[in-house]
Nanobody, 119 residues
């Protein structure tokens, strides 16, 4: 069972930057797409950024130009660099990994890390 461990959340002021990381507890064998989601209390979870095994990237419109997703396959880690943070970026950010193998696909989720953007 793969576990995802997120690091990097916290309290920052508007305009500041943070980098999140999400590392799998074991080496990933197979094709894996991964990304970050966020959820504000009372609202649905939304995709923030995703990066496929092929390298193709998706960003939510609200974060384009400010956030950057990357992955290090050797370290089984995905990163989210967040710049120019705004109060509306405040949310619980959760890492996701979708693993595709010969036997099927499995989706894994981290526990989430809270980011608060406030002055």
């Amino acid at each position: 069972q793969v576990q995802l461990v997120e690091e990097g959340g916290g309290l920052v002021q508007p305009g500041e930057s943070l980098r999140l990381s999400c590392t799998a507890s074991q080496s990933i064998s197979g094709i894996w797409n991964t990304g970050w989601y966020r959820q504000v209390s009372g609202k649905e979870r939304e995709a923030v950024a995703r990066i496929a095994d092929s390298g193709s990237i998706y960003y939510a419109e609200a974060v384009k130009g400010r956030f950057s997703i990357s992955r290090d396959n050797a370290k089984n880690t995905v990163y989210l660099q967040m710049n120019s943070l705004k109060p509306e970026d405040t949310a619980v950010y959760t890492c996701n990994l979708d693993l595709f193998t010969d036997t099927g696909s499995t989706s894994y989720w981290g526990k989430g890390t809270l980011i608060t953007v406030s002055s």
